[in-house]
């Protein structure tokens, strides 16, 4: 398996925990920094492009306020917003690590930490990264709406109008179901909804249902109490209560298993949750917005998905359209990410050539604005010219499949298949994953290794 070209930083003051991390996460990802002295954060954020900091929060031996954690996670904020930061604590109390989250950290783990988890929060909170960044670095495209430093690019009148029906509902209670394929924008709308409620001060809890299985469903989810399992050594909360008077959004709805659908649907009608070993029930104000790239309506006639599961979470349906159906945002994404591209890259004069503007209109986009992301950075990466003509530009199966004969190169031929794959099922990984034969974790390792 590749490793995922992240660095990680992880800071704590226990040897034995840098070592044991850093030999877990070196497996997975290309550089994982270690520091034992907080003091040199500052000074490694400056040398080295972080994507993620993994942060104890207790110093000093002895030390277990927390506020130390605080401390250097504020010190990052202002010198690196875009770094997201994971705290780690063993002793403090969750409303501490919910006050870290509130100063603008993305997750906490209690130690000792799960390795699952882990891995599920690091990929979660570099996920957010690359969205922090595109909202910080460029504010000057005008035709854009900002929404609180995240930018969301689109002026066709198809996306106008998920741009409309997003305003009109955002500050309604009214739960939100996002559908649209793979890599359409569903996460930049969902946050667009939450940034313009009257719940934007409060927390956005994000949560991948696809990639929890049905035990760590319900400890994320609901949270737990000291002792209800094994590894349970402290009280810890759950999605939910996290996102108390704020949103929780459930992406990839359309993957929870039927037994858990029953779960959450009762959460939803009562909303009332009771942490795993607890009998007490808390109550919870929580805006929900679900999505999926999957036809809930047709799984609801093949019972997979429960009908009244169905009708609670789509109060307002809100369809995000394949990129090829909004042709005319194609030129201003592709601008926006190359202006990303430019200043990271330092290639200051790059330009698109007309035929390659001409190219990206007239190709179908399997992987959609996300795809589109991912191939400007890599024309901006390999073009040596001022110009970034189509030949830059390296389309997917539509143009290669006559090809795919013709290479014998296993690495090119496995890119070109994972293509084909997404393709034929229009960005749907769950189906593009089965029709390959592994796993949809599997699927994304590679979508990412290749940047699709
Ligand atoms: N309108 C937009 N403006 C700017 N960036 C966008 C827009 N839509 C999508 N993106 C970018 O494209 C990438 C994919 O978007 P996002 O994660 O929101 O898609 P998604 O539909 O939630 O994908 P998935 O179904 O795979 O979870 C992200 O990096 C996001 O920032």
């Given at each position: 398996m590749g490793k995922k070209k992240h660095t990680?930083?992880?800071?704590?003051?226990?040897?034995?925990?840098?070592?044991?991390?850093?030999?877990?996460?070196?497996?997975?990802?290309?550089?994982?920094?270690?520091?034992?002295?907080p003091k040199k954060i500052m000074s490694t954020l400056s040398q080295s492009v972080v994507d993620l900091v993994l942060m104890d929060m207790n110093f000093r031996r002895g030390e277990q306020s927390g506020n130390e954690g605080l401390y250097w996670l504020k010190r990052i904020n202002e010198v690196s917003p875009e770094t997201v930061v994971v705290l780690m604590t063993a002793y403090s109390s969750v409303g501490l690590a919910v006050e870290g989250i509130k100063l603008g950290a993305y997750d906490f783990l209690l130690k000792p930490w799960d390795n699952d988890k882990l891995l599920v929060t690091i990929d979660?909170?570099?996920a957010q990264r690359k969205s922090k960044k595109q909202g910080e670095k460029f504010k000057k495209i005008t035709t854009s709406l900002d929404i609180d430093g995240h930018r969301v690019i689109g002026t066709s009148k198809t996306f106008k109008e998920v741009v409309n029906m997003a305003e009109k509902v955002a500050d309604t209670n009214a739960n939100v179901l996002l559908l649209g394929e793979n890599g359409t924008g569903?996460?930049?709308?969902?946050?667009?909804?939450?940034?313009?409620?009257?719940r934007r001060d409060k927390i956005f809890a994000h949560v991948d249902l696809g990639s929890l299985n049905g035990n760590l469903f319900e400890s994320e989810l609901f949270g737990y109490a000291k002792g209800a399992f094994t590894d349970a050594k402290e009280d810890s909360i759950g999605r939910f209560e996290l996102a108390d008077e704020g949103t929780l959004f459930l992406d990839e709805i359309g993957n929870l298993p039927i037994h858990l659908q029953t779960k959450l649907l009762a959460v939803l009608q009562n909303r009332k949750v009771v942490r795993l070993g607890e009998s007490r029930e808390r109550a919870i104000d929580v805006r929900i917005i679900c999505a999926t790239n999957m036809d809930l309506h047709a799984m609801v006639e093949q019972k997979e998905f429960r009908q009244d599961l169905l009708y609670r979470i789509n109060t307002m349906e809100i369809l995000v359209p394949p990129l090829r159906d909004r042709v005319d945002d194609i030129p201003l994404l592709a601008t926006f990410f190359l202006?990303?591209?430019?200043?990271?890259?330092?290639?200051?004069?790059?330009?698109?050539?007309?035929?390659?503007?001409?190219a990206l209109k007239n190709y179908r986009w399997p992987g959609n604005v996300r795809e589109l992301e991912h191939m400007v950075e890599r024309a901006v990466i390999l073009c040596d010219?001022?110009?970034?003509?189509?030949?830059?530009?390296?389309?997917?199966?539509?143009?290669?499949?006559?090809n795919l004969i013709a290479s014998l190169n296993l690495e090119e031929t496995?890119?070109?298949?994972?293509?084909?794959?997404?393709?034929?099922?229009?960005?749907?990984?769950?189906?593009a994953a089965r029709d390959l034969g592994i796993t949809r974790a599997a699927l994304y390792r590679r979508m990412d290794k290749f940047k699709l």
């Open positions: 990680l930083l992880l800071v704590d003051d226990d040897p034995d925990i840098l070592y044991s991390l850093k030999l877990f996460l070196g497996r997975f990802y290309s550089e994982v920094i270690t520091l034992s002295d979660g909170g570099i569903k996460y930049v709308v969902a946050k667009m909804l939450h940034n313009l409620s009257s202006e990303r591209n430019k200043k990271k890259y330092q290639k200051g004069k790059l330009q698109f050539s007309p035929e390659a503007i001409e010219e001022n110009e970034i003509s189509e030949s830059d530009l390296h389309f997917g199966p539509q143009r290669k499949k006559e496995e890119r070109m298949l994972v293509e084909m794959a997404l393709e034929k099922h229009q960005g749907n990984v769950t189906n």
